[in-house]
């Protein structure tokens, strides 16, 4: 199977070579699989290095017999909020069900000849990337047909950050369908023992776990991803960023899709004469077919050599460039307008809560909204300890 891997930018201090993800760990869990009729959730971040983990334990004997996929497919390369059908993987022909179209969670018949169902994939470490939704339909599927979910942990690129207002559950949507803040500072199985504990599920069972931990892994460890987890997330530099700049899919503004530069540059036309900087977003098949601003030039910021330490220092999601862009905008009132295009989301859906836009339309200083947040965040933090399986 073809993997995408990230260009390497930075001069961080990554953990890479000191960690062993769960997936790479195969002596603890092949023994467990063997005679067993595996099922697989996963995309192209499914790896033991550079093999994809499908590959790797066919090669080891183990029965699996059938593939389920997330947002963008199996394969990455589906254009994020595209419907991905149902498939058979040319390489192996075991067939793929796709859990991101009709299907949003494993049917009755889909675990009937399931011993035991395998979960490897990438996550960021905040609200709106969607795989979180994915775990949590696949848990319930499990709890309710008594079946074991077995978690192949992976770092979470984003975990020195515990960020953002807690969500609303009135916004509840497919961006953001549990009471956490912005981001949340969880592993997938970390997260997977808050959605069992929290009673996240509408089923009343519990979902039979078995995590295969990340060795000598800490929260406040850095660690560069391999592959790239999604189509828009290509660089090390767009994953540090992803917290902050993802807010810009809920304003008038191009956040680089339609660029090789997803979430490290934003723009729009109507910044023309205030900023030198510019680009064209073009039409990118898996990635962005119709970006907004299309063929258009934008002007606006060039996040692309942004200081990554600094952001990790913060230890805050950047407020800076949202409020700047909105203060030099000459077309404030049409700054949150959704009517323009669908490419642009709910700024309340994303971020969580009614008060930012009028904080933001309104001037309101970054310390005065972080001392809105405040109070969640406290209350989630202690929430978040009973389920840590690594230290801070």
Same mark, same amino acid.
Do not use: W
């Given at each position: 199977m073809n993997v995408t891997f990230l260009k390497a930018q930075t001069t961080l201090d990554y953990c890479n070579d000191r960690i062993r993800t769960g997936a790479e760990q195969t002596e603890r869990y092949v023994p467990y699989l063997k005679g067993k009729r595996v099922a697989i959730l996963g995309n192209p971040s499914t790896v033991i290095k550079d093999k994809h983990l499908v590959d790797s334990l066919l090669s080891l004997g183990?029965?699996?017999?059938?593939?389920?996929?997330?947002?963008? /497919?199996?394969?990455?390369?589906? +254009? &994020?909020?595209?419907e991905v059908s149902d498939e058979i993987d040319q390489q192996t022909q075991i067939p793929i069900i796709s859990l991101y /179209?009709?299907?949003?969670?494993? +049917? &009755?018949?889909?675990?009937?000849d399931v011993d035991i169902f395998i979960y490897d994939v990438q996550d960021m470490g905040v609200r709106f990337y969607t795989n979180i939704n994915t775990l949590r339909d696949i848990m319930e599927a499990c709890a309710e047909n008594s079946k074991e979910l077995?978690?192949?942990d992976r770092p979470n690129p984003n975990a020195y950050l515990i960020d953002g207002p807690i969500l609303d559950m009135k916004h509840k949507s497919g961006i953001g369908q549990f009471p956490l803040p912005i981001a949340h500072g969880l592993t997938t199985a970390e997260f997977a023992q808050m959605v069992n504990g929290e009673g996240w599920m509408a089923t009343s069972k519990k979902c039979k776990l078995k995590i295969i931990p990340v060795e000598n892994y800490k929260h406040n460890m850095l660690y560069r991803l391999p592959v790239s987890p999604s189509p828009n997330l290509n660089t090390e530099q767009s994953i540090l960023l992803y917290p902050s700049t993802c807010l810009f899919e809920g304003v008038k503004i191009n956040h680089g899709r339609g660029t090789d530069f997803p979430f490290t540059i934003l723009g729009s036309p109507v910044y023309k004469g205030i900023y030198s900087f510019s680009f064209t977003p073009v039409s990118k098949k898996g990635m962005s077919?119709?970006?907004?601003?299309?063929?258009?030039?934008?002007?606006?910021?060039?996040?692309?050599?942004?200081n990554l330490q600094e952001l990790v220092n913060s230890k805050q999601i950047n407020l800076t460039w949202i409020k700047e862009l909105y203060e030099k905008s000459p077309e404030k009132d049409k700054f949150f307008d959704q009517s323009f295009s669908k490419q642009i989301g709910s700024i309340e859906r994303l971020v969580g809560v009614d008060a930012f836009r009028t904080q933001i339309e309104n001037g309101v200083s970054e310390a005065e909204i972080r001392k809105s947040w405040a109070p969640g965040l406290a209350k989630y933090k202690i929430m978040r300890k009973k389920y840590l399986i690594y230290k801070d």
């Open positions: 183990i029965q699996i017999v059938k593939i389920f996929g997330p947002e963008h /497919g199996f394969r990455g390369n589906a +254009s &994020n909020g595209t /179209g009709n299907k949003k969670k494993p +049917s &009755n018949q889909d675990l009937k077995m978690i192949l077919e119709t970006p907004l601003f299309m063929n258009e030039m934008c002007y606006g910021l060039d996040l692309r050599s942004y």
